[in-house]
């Protein structure tokens, strides 16, 4: 779900969908490994006999705290959400927060309205109001948004009913315009955004200046029912679902504040969130059954990042969100350690995932040489070898060195794989995260 360089950064989710640290030549020793867990080999490759490279990985996202694939096949095995969240999120406890908390999700940015293209709010189902407008208005009637300038100094606010007769108009200097619900059937439909995910549960705040953009103001037990069914499968067992609610709740909370417009983003820069057609009866169910509940560090929620699969085993975050050439910029959080991921037979619970293990295409060492030379940050020329032998707890690369015929780079992994994605051929696989050898990963 939906990730950056530091941990204080919104991260992506990055869902099924898709301070001191150390200094920069210095990393964490890995701990032992558990029983039945082999790492995968770490050499600089390739000798001089190799001629063709292919990667092998497991699991797709960062690695950090939750993986979701891992919460579905715990709860499959019989682990209550509690027991599942206390493995990802360590040396946490779980308690309440008031579910009518309201969080801000930018549903909307950079909108250039034009009177052949106003900003378009419609109150669908029940009755609505605008702050400052007086009179109360009818489902189905629309408020439009046009400035009157290129410079948007100034906007011509109208209402309109379903008939088009014109209720109310005025001119209003730019600023924020609160469209509120007036009934508790009524849903607030952002008709401008013209796509399928266009309908809002709270209240619609368009802010206005030179361009617009709407923030959906929403109690945050009512957000996550457009996120979570996002997030995972509705069709998933009610435990793992349960954990998805609580970790979505969290991670939102985490990111309530006071200043600026807006708290979080409807994509997978943060969690995506599709409002009220994006929900769904059995996650509905699983966030009323879990109603306020929160992860707590410190007593105050905690930053609850997950991914879709971690490959049989997490990573620390200060290992995933360095610099792009790797260094270590984040300070280690207490509860986003790296562990197994593995149920006692040695099996990964992530195993149901369609990337819990994979790989690429086989390359030869002229064409990987053109992959990586199609960025600036890892052409090396013809790459004479690939140092992967710098690793977090996990086995996931937090750098690696490529060395070639026009010089030497280091990059973090997270750029590596960036960089082989965007250049590598698009009917080649892609690689799906930072864990990753040139050998099959146990």
Known sequence: MRALAVLSVAVLGLGLLPGAGFAADRWPTPPPAPPGFVRPPRPTIPPKSVTSY????????????????????????????????????????????????????????????????????????????????????????????????????????????????QLAARTITAGAVMVRPAASSTYLELTTKGATYDLYRGSLNAILRSTASVVNHVPVDLYLRGVVPLEMPAGWPSEALKVQAIAARSYALYRVHTSGSYDLYDDTRSQVYRGRRGEATATNTAIAATSGTVVLSGGKPANTLFHSSDGGWTENNENVFVSSTGAIVAGAVSYLRGSSDRAPDGSSYDQTSPYATWKTATYSIAALSAVFAKDSRTAVGTIASLDLSRTGVSGRLISVTLRGSGGTKTVSGAVFVSAFNAGRSALDPQMRGTLFATAPIP
Request: net charge positive.
């Open 54 to 165: 292919t990667f092998y990985g497991r699991g797709w996202g960062h690695g950090v705290g939750m993986s979701q694939y891992g919460a579905r096949g715990r709860a499959l095995a019989g682990q209550t959400s509690a027991t599942i969240l206390a493995h990802y999120y360590p040396k946490t406890t779980l308690g309440q927060a008031d579910p009518s908390t309201i969080v801000r999700v930018l549903v909307l940015s950079g909108f250039a309205a034009s009177t052949a293209k106003p900003l378009t709010i419609t109150g669908r189902l029940g009755t609505w109001t605008i702050d400052g407008v007086a009179g109360t208005f009818a489902a189905d009637a629309r408020v439009t948004l046009v400035p009157t300038s290129s410079a948007g100094t100034s906007w011509t606010l109208r209402v309109l009913s379903a008939a088009n007769a």
